[in-house]
């Protein structure tokens, strides 16, 4: 089968439905993307793009347009805290290309997403905004992807959902000028007993993308955009070492959200409509890899629907990615307690075997990446 002359409606204009309509678009359909939203947009500030997502970006023709907005680390580091203490270091730049022969990469939201319409619109691809798609039964295509993120209404509509869990956990968003803080070129995260704070650099370095999680019991909105005082924020992270006071000191503006436990879907189609991205595998952020699965979603449903029928194509995807997905799901929401260990000898031994790893056997901590980000669903046939 092709996908010449095929119509596609894509709901939802975010990395999974940009990067499904572009690869859509580039084998030969006819995609349309109805977007709520009247702007692309500023939603989420930070993003890092593990090698895995990369090879996406590469197989979409759009590496050279990313490269240019792209922020390459030098390494992950995990520091204590309360001390400032490094933990443990993975290194990254050139490290991540020899070993997992692309780069890892961080940007500002913003400019991914305009990276992907950019290459949505050369594709040919009609992006619609301001249109909130309440149902698909008025959709007239022959495939429907709803790619309506994390609050889908798609799913609720054609799959019978279990209610989210809330997990206990809150994050803070934002971003503060790199000139107001000492910061490394790299992915810092402070850990501390119930609280753990990831800063990284992006936009030239010119400012410093922050998310901070905190374990409390007052529940929160699972919506990304909340706005929430920088002195909550500084409220829940007081007591913490003095890098981290700092950091926060700069903080103006801030969005709170709640994180919640998904289940994991039975399946991801029903008919001719089928789910991508946060839409079919909700995760939690603890291990970055939300857009990169939904990159590599988009890829692999545009192929295997350019390869078989159109029942075929999508039971194709849902087989190849879901297994994949859903372990990323599991470990990201493992990753939550590795963070947070309290404090006194448990935390302590497991931050001396940590450096002791880092130190002795580097490739040791690398290595538990390589399921990961060796990944390449474009070399997959
Ligand atoms: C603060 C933060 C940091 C993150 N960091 C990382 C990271 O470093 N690396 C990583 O890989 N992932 C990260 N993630 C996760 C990542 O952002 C998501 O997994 C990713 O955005 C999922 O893409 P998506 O296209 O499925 O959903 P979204 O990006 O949420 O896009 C959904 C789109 O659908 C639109 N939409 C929703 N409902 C409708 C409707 N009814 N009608 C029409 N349009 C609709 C929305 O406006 C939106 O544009 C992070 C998330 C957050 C919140």
């Known amino acids: 089968m092709s996908l010449v002359d095929k119509e596609i409606t894509v709901v939802g204009g975010g990395i999974a439905g940009l990067a499904s309509a572009t690869a859509l678009a580039q084998r030969g359909a006819a995609v349309t993307v109805l977007e709520q939203a009247v702007e692309l947009g500023e939603v989420g500030a930070g993003l890092q793009i593990s090698p895995n997502g990369v090879a996406v970006l590469e197989a979409l023709d759009l590496r050279e347009a990313a490269a240019k907005v792209a922020n390459a680390p030098d390494a992950v580091v995990l520091r204590d805290m309360d001390s400032g203490r490094e933990v443990a270091q993975l290194p990254m730049g050139t490290t991540a290309v020899d070993r997992w022969g692309r780069p890892f990469w961080q940007f500002h939201r913003a400019d991914l997403l305009a990276v992907l319409a950019n290459g949505a619109r050369e594709a040919g691809v009609d992006i619609r905004l301001g249109q909130p798609i309440v149902s698909v039964k008025n959709i007239n295509a022959d495939v429907v992807i709803a790619a309506d993120g994390i609050r889908s209404n798609i799913r609720t509509e054609i799959l019978d959902g279990q209610p989210a869990q809330f997990t206990g956990q809150v994050a803070w968003r934002g971003i503060i000028p790199a000139d107001e803080v000492r910061i490394a070129n790299a992915a810092t995260v402070y850990m501390g007993p119930r609280r753990h704070l990831v800063t990284y650099p992006i936009r030239g370095r010119s400012v410093v993308n922050f998310v901070a999680v905190e374990e409390r019991s007052e529940w929160a909105d699972e919506d990304w955009n ?38 994991y879907l039975s399946e991801w189609t029903k008919g001719n409509v089928v789910l991508v991205g946060d839409a079919c595998h909700p995760m939690l952020p603890f291990l970055a890899q939300g857009a990169v699965m939904a990159l590599e979603g988009a890829w692999v449903l545009a192929r295997e629907l350019d390869k078989f029928s159109i029942a075929e194509g999508l039971a194709a995807y849902e087989r190849i990615c879901k297994p994949r997905a859903t372990k990323v799901q599991k470990t990201a929401a493992s990753n939550s307690t590795a963070y947070h260990l309290r404090t006194g000898p448990v935390r302590g031994a497991a931050h001396l075997g940590l450096s002791a790893i880092s130190t002795i056997a580097p490739t040791a901590l690398l290595g538990k990446f390589d399921w990961l980000y060796g990944g390449d669903v474009t070399r997959d046939s």
Not at 240 to 260: C, H, K, N, P, S
């Open 226 to 263: 909340v706005p929430d005082s920088a002195e909550n924020l500084r409220h829940a992270f007081s007591g913490a070492g003095r890098d981290v006071q700092a950091i926060l000191e700069a903080v103006e503006e801030t969005f709170l959200w709640g994180l919640f436990n998904h289940p």
